[in-house]
């Protein structure tokens, strides 16, 4: 049995969604999680203007009332010639995955989402993101030195794992983001799409387990 979670580091409600996700996989320790990224923005070539930082500052508010997480407001406001493409973080993760297979990702993934929206570092630029990783993975008992990271980050196979998330994302029926589901006995049920506290997500859960 193990739960899957899709998600893009650099999606605000998944930025929220992680708060609830460490509460569940530290309450239920026997249940593996696997992330899949799911590309939000992957390839995005247009830079972010006025109009659409403030449009995403409105559902930053919405996540913030929600989830209780902080948002750097001014960060993004300060931005200029921003592209918001979300392949370059989503990459990060999986380059992680790659080098260290056995860590804790889903604290690898929360780091780069910390980076992006209360840090305000560049996560599209790949020595960035490698700074964020590795010290990541340092916190979680593997020594990758950002040199490491950022080469596995520039290689192809990263670049074909991470579109195979995507594409896993897609024939998996998700549309938007987060979205969580359980295995068990061969078969996938979705337990929440789109952000859900950890008492929504036990419930469900409990619901699906009582059924399978």
């Given amino acids: 049995m193990k739960l899957?979670?899709?998600a893009d580091p650099m999606c605000s409600w998944c930025y929220g969604f992680g708060k609830e996700m460490t509460t569940l996989v530290e309450r239920y320790p026997d249940i593996s999680l696997e992330i899949v990224v799911g590309g939000l923005r992957a390839g995005a070539t247009d830079v972010l203007d006025?109009?659409?930082k403030r449009f995403r500052l409105e559902h930053w508010a919405r996540v913030e009332q929600s989830s209780g997480l902080p948002f750097n407001r001014e960060g993004l406001m300060a931005r200029e010639g921003f592209v918001y493409d979300t392949e370059p973080a989503c990459r990060s993760?999986?380059?992680?995955?790659i080098l260290a297979p056995t860590t804790n990702l889903l604290k690898v993934f929360r780091a780069f989402q910390h980076a992006f929206y209360v840090d305000a570092v560049d996560t599209t630029n790949g020595e960035v993101l490698a700074d964020v990783g590795a010290a990541a993975l340092s916190a979680n008992g593997h020594s990758i030195a950002p040199a490491e990271l950022l080469a596995t980050?520039?290689?192809k196979d990263a670049i074909d794992a991470t579109a195979a998330d995507f594409a896993m994302a897609r024939s998996?029926?998700?549309t938007s983001f987060p979205a969580l589901?359980?295995?068990r006995h061969g078969q996938?049920?979705?337990v929440a799409s789109g952000y859900a506290t950890f008492h929504q997500i036990e419930q469900n859960m409990n619901a699906l387990?009582?059924?399978t």
């Fill in 4 to 6: 899957v979670l899709v």
């Fill in 50 to 52: 006025e109009s659409g």
């Fill in 93 to 97: 993760v999986v380059a992680a995955r």
């Fill in 153 to 155: 980050w520039q290689q």
């Fill in 172 to 174: 998996m029926g998700v």
């Fill in 181 to 183: 589901f359980l295995e």
């Fill in 188 to 190: 996938r049920r979705r």
């Fill in 209 to 211: 387990l009582a059924t």
